[in-house]
């Protein structure tokens, strides 16, 4: 079945390690999301590629990064993670033609991250 | 600006009752799109349905029905003949459609109980 697959599952760290997230995606879709979401809130959108092209929301911190090294790949890295980054991050893909179509997206299970 | 409002935080109702989670949204593009997710306990947004503003028809799918006012800027869901399945968090986002992959902008989601 195309999917969305997210690895690890559960992510532990210590305050100020780097750590990377993976994502990856079989539906061969060209845009792929990162959020965060915080315990009972909403999840709140991070960046997200458009093909190539990385789109970073105003308020993500400088401390979260990614990369996207190919169509079905994306990494979220986060280099000096502090107690407050754990969160569950969800990576999401959908496919758009650029034209106002707004396609739905769709989620990979999570990793929950927690930072001691 | 964008902004959706999911007044209701939990609802807990009894296995078989009928169930309605409330979305409000504020968005000043006439063009845009509606969707509701799940979010069971394992983490995972599930997508239920997409609706863009020009189509007001209300939509069934088994136990599940929306209902889409743009008069009152409201896309309800209800739940028919609730299972204890149902259980989950349920989101209302909204997506406005100026650009391809404009991001999803979420309520604070709904947590549904169903008791056996």
């Known amino acids: 079945d195309a999917m969305v697959i997210q690895n690890p599952r559960y992510q532990v760290t210590q305050f100020g390690k780097p750590v990377t997230l993976s994502c990856s995606q079989t539906?061969?879709?060209?845009?792929m999301y990162w959020y965060q979401q915080k315990s009972s809130q909403a999840p709140k959108l991070l960046f997200h590629?458009?093909?190539?092209?990385?789109?970073n929301e105003a308020d993500t911190p400088d401390n979260f990064q990614s990369r996207r090294p190919n169509t079905s790949f994306c990494f979220l890295d986060i280099r000096s993670p502090g107690l407050g980054d754990a969160a569950m991050y969800l990576c999401?893909?959908?496919?758009?033609?650029?034209?106002?179509?707004?396609?739905?997206?769709?989620f990979g299970p999570g990793t929950r991250l927690t930072v001691l | 600006a964008q902004k959706v409002t999911q007044a209701q935080t939990e609802i807990s109702v009894v296995e078989k009752e009928d169930v309605t989670l409330d979305c409000v949204y504020e968005?000043?593009?006439?063009?845009?799109?509606l969707f509701w997710y799940k979010q069971p306990p394992s983490g995972e947004l599930v997508f239920l349905i997409r609706?863009?503003?020009?189509?007001?028809q209300n939509e069934i799918s088994g136990r599940y029905s929306w209902n889409f006012q743009k008069s009152t800027s409201s896309f309800n869901f209800t739940i028919t003949a609730s299972q204890v399945v149902d259980s989950a968090v349920y989101f209302c986002?909204?997506?406005?459609?100026?650009?391809?992959?404009?991001?999803?902008?979420f309520g604070k989601g709904t947590r549904l109980s169903v008791i056996a």
């Open positions: 999401a893909t959908s496919f758009s033609t650029g034209t106002g179509i707004y396609n739905e997206q769709f």
């Open positions: 539906l061969n879709h060209n845009v």
């Open positions: 590629y458009y093909d190539k092209d990385f789109n």
């Open positions: 968005t000043r593009d006439t063009t845009y799109y």
């Open positions: 609706r863009n503003s020009f189509d007001e």
């Open positions: 986002a909204l997506s406005e459609a100026r650009r391809g992959n404009t991001p999803l902008v």
